[in-house]
T-cell receptor, first 114, second 112 residues
Framework: KAGVTQTPRYLIKTRGQQVTLSCSPISGHRSVSWYQQTPGQGLQFLFEYFSETQRNKGNFPGRFSGRQFSNSRSEMNVSTLELGDSALYLC?????????????FGAGTRLSVL | GQSLEQPSEVTAVEGAIVQINCTYQ??????LSWYQQHDGGAPTFLSYNALDGLEETGRFSSFLSRSDSYGYLLLQELQMKDSASYFC?????????????WGAGTKLIIKP
């Protein structure tokens, strides 16, 4: 079974630009969560989607948005990029919010904002 | 608010035993999970406790005490490859939704 796939792996953007990151979950998984990770900051929760609906949202500005498609693939968009948005963005899939809700993470997209 | 606390860094010697603690304050509790993340890698699931007591998986064990809002991850026979960051996460319930609340992570440094 293929794991969680995130594209692209690396991205360099300049301030003010926007970016879209993609995540393909494990086959059969209907829940996708997004996290931002910066050195020493742990995992900051962005949002969670389940069956195309946003179920939870972290404390991030409205510049961060996401969506989930009918095939469970998800995209995350960041508009008007700021230097502080430079981070590793991780996507995780799970079967759903019930049970153990084990998160299976992708390798991440490393975003650098210049 | 909801929060989890774990030490930022723990140092241990190869072959020894180390315990990483996690205390939580959440609205509703449905389980405590542990994840391991090596530098440059993605977090991977280690263990899950929903009930009080010890869960053992090879060299790793995880303990939960719901009355104390406390859990820990125990690593035995430490190996250099165990050098990584370890995150605890609590599954809670708020605003009609299950949520996963994450700790800030504990960096485990192993010395030969």
């Amino acid at each position: 079974k293929a794991g969680v796939t995130q594209t692209p792996r690396y991205l360099i953007k300049t301030r003010g630009q926007q970016v879209t990151l993609s995540c393909s979950p494990i086959s059969g998984h209907r829940s996708v969560s997004w996290y931002q990770q910066t050195p020493g900051q742990g995992l900051q929760f962005l949002f969670e989607y389940f069956s195309e609906t946003q179920r939870n949202k972290g404390n991030f500005p409205g510049r961060f948005s996401g969506r989930q498609f009918s095939n469970s693939r998800s995209e995350m968009n960041v508009s008007t990029l700021e230097l502080g948005d430079s981070a590793l963005y991780l996507c995780a899939s799970s079967t759903g919010p019930g049970g153990k809700n084990i998160q299976y993470f992708g390798a991440g997209t490393r975003l650098s904002v210049l | 608010g909801q929060s989890l606390e774990q030490p930022s860094e723990v140092t241990a010697v190869e072959g020894a035993i180390v315990q990483i603690n996690c205390t939580y304050q959440t609205s509703g509790f449905y389980g405590l999970s542990w994840y391991q993340q090596h530098d440059g890698g993605a977090p991977t699931f280690l263990s899950y406790n929903a009930l009080d007591g010890l869960e053992e998986t090879g060299r790793f064990s995880s303990f939960l005490s719901r009355s104390d809002s406390y859990g820990y991850l125990l690593l035995q026979e430490l190996q250099m490859k165990d050098s990584a960051s370890y995150f605890c996460a609590v599954r809670s319930y708020q605003d009609s939704n299950y949520q996963l609340i994450w700790g800030a992570g504990t960096k485990l440094i192993i010395k030969p």
